[in-house]
C-alpha cells in the first residue's frame, strides 16, 4: 500500500510541475513574441523567425524561474490534496507532514541535478544560437568584441578610420601580447602596433614593451618605446561587462573548462558567481518546495484558493527581488559573489527549517 501511495504521491506532482511549466512556458512565449516581433519590423525577414528565435530563448529563461516553478506546484499540488481530503487519507496511512514534504523536496531537489547535468547544456547551446542569430540582423555593428579561443578582439571606430585589437590572454586589468592595426577609413593599413602588455584599467590604456609599425607610401618606419598611451572606447569594466551574461554556459561548461575561461579573459569573480548560482539550484528548489509546505499543510480544513494564490504571488515576488537585492550587494562588494548566490538558499531556507518543525507537529 505504501508503494502505491508513494507513486500516487509522486506521480500527481510530476503532472502539476508539467502543467505548471506548460503555463510559464505559454506566458513567455507570447510576451517574447511580441519583443521579437517589435525587434524585426522593419526587416525582411521569414515570419517564422521571430517564432523561431522565442522557441529558443524560453527554455533558458524557464530555468532561471524554476524555483518559482517549483514553489507553485508544490503549493499547487499541496492544496489539492489537502482541499480533496487526499492528505488526511495519507496521514492515516503513516504519511506524516513531515514525511510528505520530505518526500516532494526530495524529487525537487533531484529534478534540480537533473536540469543542471541533462537540459541546462542544451538550453545553453539554444541561447547561443539565438544570440547568434539575432546578432545577423543587428543594426549596431561599427563596435564589437569577442572572446573566443584565439583570445580577445576588439573593433571600434576612430577619428581617422577604424582600429582593429587583438590580446593572447587577458588578466583581470593586464592584456597579453597586443596587437593593434590602425585602418584608414577605406580599411588601408596605416600602423601596427606590437606590444607584451598593456593596462586597460582606464579608457587611456597603457602599453608596455611597445613596437610601432607606421605604413608610409610603400615604406615601413619602426619605432621602439619602453611605454606608449592609446585611447580606446572600452576600459576592463566596460569589457567585462559584456561577458557576465553567462546563459550561453552550461553547467558542465563552467565546471570543466573553469581554468580556459579564466585564460580566454572571462572575469573569475563572475566565474565562480555562476558556477554558484548553478550549485545552489537544487537547495533553492528544496527549499521553495518546503516553503510551499508550510503555507498549505499547517492545517487539514478545506480552504478558498485564491487567498494561497494571492499569497504565493506575494512570495514569489519577496524572493525575487530579495536574490537581486543580494546580487547587487555582490556586485557592489559588499558581499562576494559567490556567497550573494547563496544567501537566498541560506536565508529561505533558516525560515523554512522553523516552519517545517511546526508542521511536523500537527
Not at 312 to 318: E, H, N, R, S
Request: net charge positive; glycine share 4%; charged share 20%.
Amino acid at each position: 500500500m505504501n508503494k502505491v501511495l508513494f507513486k500516487y504521491l509522486l506521480s500527481n506532482y510530476f503532472k502539476t510541475i508539467l502543467k505548471t511549466i506548460l503555463i510559464f512556458f505559454c506566458f513567455g512565449l507570447i510576451l517574447n513574441l511580441f519583443e521579437e516581433i517589435e525587434f524585426f519590423k522593419n526587416l525582411e525577414v521569414p515570419i517564422f523567425v521571430p517564432f523561431m528565435l522565442t522557441s529558443l530563448y524560453i527554455p533558458g529563461m524557464m530555468i532561471k524561474l524554476l524555483p518559482f516553478i517549483i514553489f507553485i506546484s508544490s503549493l499547487w499540488h499541496l492544496l489539492h490534496l489537502r482541499n480533496s481530503k487526499e492528505l488526511l487519507t495519507l496521514k492515516v496511512f503513516g504519511y506524516s507532514n513531515f514525511k510528505i514534504f520530505f518526500t516532494l523536496a526530495t524529487s525537487s531537489f533531484i529534478i534540480g541535478w537533473l536540469v543542471l547535468f541533462a537540459v541546462n547544456p542544451i538550453t545553453s547551446k539554444m541561447i547561443k544560437y539565438y544570440e547568434q542569430t539575432k546578432s545577423k540582423y543587428s543594426r549596431d555593428i561599427d563596435h564589437l568584441v569577442s572572446i573566443n579561443k584565439n583570445g580577445l578582439w576588439i573593433k571600434e571606430n576612430t577619428n581617422y578610420g577604424h582600429r582593429i585589437i587583438s590580446a593572447d590572454k587577458t588578466r583581470n586589468e593586464i592584456l597579453e601580447n597586443i596587437t593593434i592595426f590602425n585602418l584608414d577609413k577605406n580599411y588601408n593599413l596605416i600602423e601596427k602596433i606590437n606590444s607584451k602588455t598593456a593596462d586597460i584599467s582606464k579608457k587611456e590604456w597603457v602599453l608596455f614593451n611597445v613596437k610601432i609599425s607606421k605604413f608610409e607610401k610603400g615604406l615601413v618606419k619602426e619605432t621602439f618605446a619602453d611605454r606608449e598611451l592609446i585611447f580606446s572606447q572600452y576600459d576592463y569594466q566596460k569589457i567585462s561587462s559584456l561577458f557576465r551574461n553567462f546563459d550561453t554556459m552550461s553547467f558542465l561548461n563552467v565546471l570543466l573548462d573553469y581554468n580556459e575561461l579564466q585564460n580566454k579573459g572571462y572575469s573569475k569573480r563572475y566565474l565562480d558567481q555562476n558556477l554558484n548560482t548553478f550549485l545552489s539550484l537544487p537547495f533553492f528548489l528544496f527549499i521553495m518546495t518546503a516553503l510551499a509546505s508550510i503555507l498549505t499543510m499547517n492545517t487539514l480544513k478545506k480552504s478558498n484558493n485564491f487567498t494561497y494564490i494571492v499569497v504565493g504571488l506575494i512570495v514569489c515576488v519577496a524572493i525575487y527581488y530579495f536574490k537581486d537585492l543580494s546580487l547587487a550587494l555582490g556586485q557592489t562588494n559588499r558581499i562576494s559573489l559567490s556567497l550573494a548566490a547563496w544567501v537566498p538558499v541560506f536565508a529561505v531556507g533558516l525560515f523554512s527549517s522553523i516552519g517545517i518543525l511546526q508542521i511536523n507537529e500537527k
